[in-house]
């Protein structure tokens, strides 16, 4: 399911202006190989979203401007550096239909890539000259602290993967790590950046958080019960790749239930029959915990649109309900 189309239109409003800033910024480098491997994945494609959220939630607060682009720029860098290093890390060999960074160019330029990213991203923010300075170090802070976060939930996937016996909490700590804080993150900033008072940045942080929460369990829903098409991988890939989802942790708890499918693939990796799969996701079906995931998922979607509707009489709701809207309805 595509993006609704305000959505999609909003993002191709904003992408090209923070495109340039992102090309700029990295093409600062004097070292060719570097430069280009920086530059590798963000010519790959990708949406944006994360990118233009900031301008998009300062729509919210009708005060959006090129501070946006410049924060959303930063974060794009973030996001694609982390990209590069999850790659090295999880021995994946594509990204967005093509080789990824280290595949394309070599291990060592890859992870220099990514570290230099990282720093440039700052300093796009630090030199912005249209970031009032006195909100400079709130910025860096909540940015800082997502990066420790990102770090901290991809240990956690690494120590999990293949790993009996963890619970929902874990499952739920490792998500918000990888995925919802970088939604808080431009939520925030971006309502910081429009003069919001610390209720609304509250408040907006925790429609990002909730969204990226959902998004994520969402995302691990579709892998199971939706064509390739639609998810872009392989049928049932997380079980086979050992990946501990939701639905799997749920249906391990009891140690009553059936698994006999599950426990066969899981982590398997190759020499899996798509039957061998479809009996796997019919085990969890039967044990409920796709349902519960479901409900999860809308739990959060509920908690997202809560705290959204609080900003409903602005006109910059509607983009912003849309994408909210659009995360719980690839599974309703």
């Not at 800033?21 to 491997?37: E, G, P, R, V, Y």
């Not at 700052?122 to 009032?132: A, L, Q």
């Not at 990946?243 to 942790?249: F, L, N, R």
Request: include cysteine; charged fraction near 25%; glycine fraction near 6%.
């Amino acid at each position: 399911m595509s993006l609704p189309k305000e959505v999609t239109t909003a993002l191709s409003k904003h992408s090209e202006k923070i495109e340039f800033k992102i090309i700029d910024a990295l093409s600062k480098s004097k070292q060719d190989k570097l430069k280009s491997a920086m530059l590798y994945l963000l010519k790959s494609g990708g949406k944006r979203l994360r990118a233009s959220l900031p301008f998009l939630v300062g729509e919210l607060f009708s005060n959006a401007g090129e501070s946006h682009y410049d924060l959303g720029a930063a974060i794009e860098i973030i996001h694609n550096f982390t990209l590069i290093h999850d790659d090295i890390m999880d021995d994946d060999a594509i990204r967005r239909g093509r080789p990824s960074v280290h595949m394309e160019y070599d291990i060592p330029t890859a992870i220099n890539a990514g570290d230099a990213m990282l720093a440039v991203a700052f300093e796009v923010i630090s030199s912005s000259k249209e970031i009032e300075v006195s909100n400079i170090p709130k910025l860096v802070n909540i940015i800082g602290s997502m990066v420790r976060r990102v770090s901290e939930g991809q240990q956690l996937d690494i120590d999990n993967e293949n790993r009996r016996g963890i619970l929902i909490d874990d499952y739920l700590e490792m998500i918000e790590g990888k995925t919802a804080v970088m939604f808080e993150t431009c939520a925030k900033c971006g309502a910081i950046l429009s003069g919001a008072t610390d209720e609304e940045i509250n408040l907006i942080g925790e429609w990002g958080l909730n969204l990226g929460l959902c998004f994520q369990i969402v995302d691990d829903l579709i892998d199971l019960i939706s064509d390739t098409e639609l998810s872009g991988k392989p049928l049932g890939s997380d079980l086979v790749q050992g990946k501990m989802t939701c639905m799997v942790i749920h249906a391990m708890s009891n140690k009553e239930n059936d698994l006999k499918y599950v426990n066969s693939i899981l982590g398997r990796g190759t020499s899996v029959k798509e039957e061998e799969i479809i009996s796997a996701i019919n085990e969890l079906e039967n044990t409920g915990s796709i349902q519960y995931c479901i409900d999860l998922a809308t739990e959060y979607y509920n908690k997202s649109k809560k705290s959204l509707d609080y900003f409903c009489d602005n006109p910059g709701y509607d983009v912003l309900s849309e994408l909210t809207e659009y995360h719980i309805s690839r599974i309703t």
